[in-house]
């Protein structure tokens, strides 16, 4: 697995066989600058019309232009439209790193900000961007795509499959109570500037730990402790840090609060971050932010769905967990991915994957060492009379990946067909749940 440069793939060009078949239709596929002021401002007020956001104004713009410069932008456009200058869909993508069991990390396609006009649609105009971008993806090197989706239904058809799933979290704080630890060190409140220093600091030493988290970029630190040149609400965004007894910070939290005017005594905390690099770090600012004075309610979201929390309040039945996917994943390249991440038990499996894109199908033989490493090979065809036998698709593949789901699940579901669904989920398992705790 090879490094692939973000500056390579920021310039490369829209793939053809995508160009070629929406120029049938009319329709322009194209790269778009960040240099190009008016070409930017038109692709994002396009972005932010196919999310129902409001029209951007010029100070949002610049500082949008400013911090996502890292991006690749492609869009389609209309000639024929009244607005031709004004894309009739967007895409945005980087390569970031997605953490994957044993500590690792692999480069990855990261997309967002996929829309299509609804002047717009069943013309083909979707599918031709995201098979587009995934085949240039591959081309580059890149073993896997990944993104988080507005509407679940849309990607399956590429053969991306919910691969980490987020828990949302709401505690009623009085009925709660506290049994979990005392942490030896101290939590005190710091300003936003000082909590932007410090997030990604933190993020950076905790991230390879949970599958499913990425690296971040700066734009999200900037929206998250309210500090981007055109955020309005950063007054409402209040943080603290947990400090060990020798001083280092070993977590943060981010957190705003809605008063109720009708009982003081009922405000409404919500969590938008917590970072925790020590089990005392994570036990401080929880107990922190569940004995708030005059705090009722406390909502978080984009959790695990396996914290820690639950069992260390006194009644979890204080606390109501909504679960749902999040963190979806493509695999492109599967020699590149399965040998990347760490297996639970040693196996050997002839794995025969299918993909309708014709990107990463083919027969593979994943050959699982006492230590947790593979090595995966491609398998001839014929019978494998000392490897378990597993037809799978890529969808399903890129959903048990980070082992978030048992194979055996799938199996009952007959979607995985093998005559060893045991043995393959005691490989892919893995102790910690993936995760993902932000939107992207």
């Not at 070629?20 to 070409?39: C, E, F, I, K, N």
């Not at 004995?291 to 406390?298: I, K, P």
């Amino acid at each position: 697995m090879g490094t692939v440069n973000n500056t390579v793939w920021h310039d490369a060009p829209v793939d053809q066989r995508s160009r070629a078949a929406l120029a049938v239709r009319d329709l322009q596929y194209r790269t778009v600058s960040h240099a190009g002021s008016a070409d930017y401002a038109a692709w994002l007020q396009a972005a932010a019309r196919g999310f129902q956001n409001d029209e951007r104004t010029d100070e949002q713009i610049a500082a949008n232009r400013a911090l996502t410069a890292y991006r690749r932008l492609t869009g389609v456009y209309d000639g024929a439209g009244p607005m031709p200058e004004m894309p009739v869909a967007t895409l945005s993508s980087w390569i970031g790193e997605l953490s994957v069991p044993g500590g690792r990390g692999i480069p990855s396609c990261a997309i967002s900000s996929v829309t299509v006009a609804p002047t717009h649609r069943r013309r083909g105009i979707a599918r031709a961007m995201l098979e587009g971008e995934l085949r240039g993806a591959a081309a580059a090197g890149l073993p896997m795509a990944m993104l988080t989706v507005s509407e679940s239904t849309l990607y399956g058809r590429y053969g991306f499959a919910p691969a980490g799933a987020s828990a949302a979290w709401t505690i009623e704080t009085k009925r709660a109570g506290w049994r979990g630890p005392q942490a030896p060190g101290r939590v005190d409140f710091i300003s936003r500037q000082r909590l932007r220093e410090l997030l990604p600091v933190v993020h950076d030493r905790v991230r390879l730990e949970a599958p499913g988290e990425i690296d971040v970029p700066g734009e999200f630190w900037e929206r998250f402790a309210g500090t981007r040149p055109d955020e309005k609400d950063g007054g409402k965004v209040r943080a603290v840090q947990y400090a060990d007894p020798a001083g280092e910070v070993r977590g943060l939290a981010v957190y705003t609060v809605a008063g109720n005017d009708e009982d003081f005594t009922k405000a409404r905390v919500h969590v938008s971050y917590l970072l925790t690099e020590t089990d005392d770090a994570y036990a401080a600012l929880w107990r922190f932010l569940l004995e708030l004075d005059l705090v009722s309610t406390v909502t978080a979201h984009e959790l695990s769905v396996d914290e820690p929390l639950l069992w260390m309040i006194e009644d979890q039945r204080a606390a109501k967990v909504t679960v749902r996917d999040h963190q979806y994943l493509r695999i492109l390249d599967v020699p590149a991915a399965l040998q990347a991440r760490t297996y639970a038990a040693p196996g050997r499996f002839s794995l025969e994957v299918t993909d309708p894109l014709e990107i990463a199908g083919g027969r593979y033989l994943l050959d699982i060492g006492s230590d947790g490493r593979a090595t995966v090979s491609a398998h001839p065809a014929g019978p494998s009379t000392d490897a378990v036998v597993v037809s799978i698709g890529i969808r399903e593949l890129s959903a048990l990946y980070l082992g978030g789901v048992s194979p055996v699940t799938l199996a009952r579901a007959g979607l995985v067909q093998t005559g060893d669904a045991v043995a393959f989920a005691r490989s892919l398992s893995w102790q910690v749940a993936p995760r993902l705790s932000l939107w992207y």
